[in-house]
């Protein structure tokens, strides 16, 4: 079942945003989240539907899955984010990108914080990652990653 976002957990949302990547800007969706913690978006031109009676099982866009103290952005929630995120963004070369969308964990140096980084390469946004003492957990999911170059 998926239901509304209430104000204080939208706004706990916000912050984590803020603190996490310093992404201050306003994000005017309706937030939804289901009972695994996924947290999906929507215009707010749907709180004018009337869904009284329906069973809605899923809506919107994926944006990312909160555990009730971080936020795990979808490739799609990092590109929502990652245009306004002024810390915490690794910018990935050719390679490295290529690694990345292959669903491997990949090294690198950097000057982020320990937890999620958003990653990227050039103007695109890959996704999001946990950082830990040089490495990047993937959570590409199968269906979107690709296939290597032999």
């Known amino acids: 079942m998926i ?13 984590y945003l803020k603190r996490r990547f310093n992404f201050t800007k ?12 996924r947290i999906r978006v929507a215009s707010k031109d749907f709180l004018k539907l009337k ?8 809506l919107g866009l994926y944006f990312g899955r909160w555990d009730g103290s971080e936020l795990r952005l979808s490739i799609e929630g990092s ?10 963004v690794l910018n990935l070369d050719d390679e490295k990108a290529l690694e990345w969308m292959s669903g491997r964990n990949i090294e690198v140096k950097a000057r982020v914080e320990n ?3 958003i990653l990227k390469h050039n103007k695109d946004f890959l996704g999001s990652g946990r950082f830990l003492d040089g490495k ?15």
């Open 3 to 15: 239901e509304i976002v209430r104000k204080s957990k939208k706004k706990r949302i916000l912050e």
């Open 26 to 37: 306003k994000l005017d969706f309706v937030f939804f989240q289901d009972s695994k913690g």
């Open 51 to 58: 869904t009284e009676g329906m069973r809605i099982e899923n």
């Open 79 to 88: 590109q929502i984010v990652g245009r306004d995120a002024k810390k915490n």
């Open 115 to 117: 937890g999620f980084v």
């Open 136 to 150: 990047v957990v993937s959570f590409i999911p199968k269906e979107r990653r690709i296939k290597p170059r032999n």
